[in-house]
């Protein structure tokens, strides 16, 4: 079974600054993607940005990119020049196939970010 | 337009009720997802469909039954609600293993409380 890893339930950051978090993930998969998702007090689950595992190269998107670490199977979020409305709770999620044509993902127990002006 | 929509989006009962939440998608994909976030914020998958064929039913007690009654749709009934039954439920899609990234879009969320 896969199993995500946050080992940072709270963090801060000034705005403007930089700030990245953790995740780490098991798996046998070798066909798979990672995922981080955005949580605001609003509660909707925003997709942040993707990273495939066949890919090298890390996901970038705007001011969010990934470190992605695929033999030590460690994928962190750095978060450029942050914003206030970067406020939220991160969670990483692992995606792979299932069985029928769907997919399964498991979350990370999420990352709650707060934003200092 | 929203793409994933979900009604209600607040929902208080009393134990024993029984109450369903809906669900529509409006982007075209063959999977949709009920998920369930509790009061401390994980999320965990419950079940999902692909083309209205139950894929997935993760150790979910007998009391949920999702319905769906076309690839558009898929509902949640839940008989007999216990206080354990409060948290908020996501409803998720996607396009689907063969033609998709896994990236699945989520609905609003819908808050259950039981009293």
């Known amino acids: 079974a896969q199993t995500v890893t946050q080992s940072q339930p709270e963090m801060s950051v000034q705005e403007a600054e930089t700030v990245t978090l953790s995740c780490t993930y098991d798996?046998?998969?070798?066909?798979?993607?990672l995922f981080w998702y955005k949580q605001p007090p609003s509660r909707q689950m925003i997709l942040v940005i993707r990273q495939e595992a066949y890919k090298q190269q890390n996901a970038t998107e705007n001011r969010f990119s990934v470190n992605f670490q695929k033999a030590a199977k460690s994928f962190s979020l750095k978060i450029s020049d942050s914003q206030l409305g970067d406020t939220a709770m991160y969670f990483c999620a692992f995606g792979a196939p299932v069985k029928g044509g769907s997919e399964k993902l498991v979350f990370g127990k999420g990352t709650k970010l707060t934003v200092n002006p | 337009d929203t793409a994933v929509s979900q009604t209600p989006k607040y929902l208080v009962t009393q134990m024993g009720n029984d109450k369903s939440i809906k669900c529509e998608q409006n982007?075209?994909?063959?999977?949709m997802y009920w998920y369930k976030q509790d009061s401390k914020k994980f999320l965990k998958i419950m079940f999902s469909?692909?083309?209205?064929?139950?894929?997935i039913n993760e150790t979910v007690p007998n009391r949920f039954s999702p319905k769906s009654p076309d690839k558009a749709h898929l509902n949640l009934h839940i008989n007999s609600l216990e206080l354990g039954d409060s948290a908020v439920y996501f409803c998720?899609?996607?396009?689907?293993?063969?033609?998709?990234?896994?990236?699945?879009?989520f609905g609003p969320g819908t808050r259950l409380t039981v009293t």
């Open positions: 982007l075209g994909h063959d999977t």
């Open positions: 469909y692909n083309n209205k064929e139950l894929i």
């Open positions: 998720a899609s996607s396009q689907g293993r063969d033609r998709g990234t896994y990236e699945q879009y």
């Open positions: 798996t046998s998969e070798s066909n798979y993607y």
